[in-house]
T-cell receptor, first 113, second 111 residues
């Protein structure tokens, strides 16, 4: 059963530290989306890729967040330096084409103290 | 105006009744619409997708789309306690293919 894999599942870190979250999309999927979910804001789109090319990252704080796809099997989201307000669940999701539904990973629960 | 809007709820429905969840969107050119279910502490899972005006049925679930009025709805027949969850509406924006989610409606099925 194909699924999106995210690591780590949980991350607790101190303010100012670098955080790297990884995502392995479903094999053959060509779109990858990063979302952040909080109780207040719901699912917020941070960045998305098609065929590994970044299409939009306007949802990310540019000074501290970066998203990349070094190859078709790996997407990364980095926060440097992390802040307590970054505490949230970060989801990666992939899709087989532009108009297809997304399949979500289990998320990374980030806590910044 | 938010791009995708849902009533946050909670929506309480007696077991066995029909639950009706609604969503409106602002991008008139949007063509693809999705409903996801999310249990507490879990990731969203796809329930239905709909691309054409009208109704689409899958088991106890029916998605309804009205592009002229810019709303999409989800009906759950014969509601079960296991249907208690947050339901998320998602829309692919026509202008840039972003997939935007509403904040979700919390549904509570009363046994």
């Amino acid at each position: 059963d194909a699924r999106v894999t995210q690591t780590p599942r949980h991350k607790v870190t101190e303010m100012g530290q670098e955080v790297t979250m990884r995502c392995q999309p479903i094999l053959g999927h060509n779109t990858v989306f990063w979302y952040r979910q909080t109780m207040m804001q719901g699912l917020e789109l941070l960045a998305y890729f098609r065929n590994r090319a970044p299409l939009d990252d306007s949802g990310m704080p540019k000074d501290r967040f970066s998203a990349e796809m070094p190859d078709a099997t790996l997407a990364t989201l980095k926060i440097q330096p992390s802040e307590p307000r970054d505490s949230a669940v970060y989801f990666c999701a992939s899709g087989s084409r532009t108009d297809s539904p997304l399949h979500f990973g289990n998320g990374t629960r980030l806590t910044v103290t | 105006q938010k791009e995708v809007e849902q009533n946050s709820g909670p929506l309480s429905v007696p077991e066995g009744a029909i639950a009706s969840l609604n969503c409106t969107y602002s991008d008139r050119g949007s063509q693809s619409f999705f409903w996801y279910r999310q249990y507490s502490g879990k990731s969203p899972e796809l329930i239905m997708f709909i691309y054409s005006n009208g109704d689409k049925e899958d088991g106890r679930f029916t998605a309804q789309l009205n592009k002229a009025s810019q709303y999409v709805s989800l009906l759950i027949r014969d509601s079960q306690p296991s249907d208690s969850a947050t339901y998320l509406c998602a829309v692919i924006l026509n202008r840039d293919d972003k997939i935007i989610f509403g904040k979700g409606t919390r549904l509570h099925i009363l046994p």
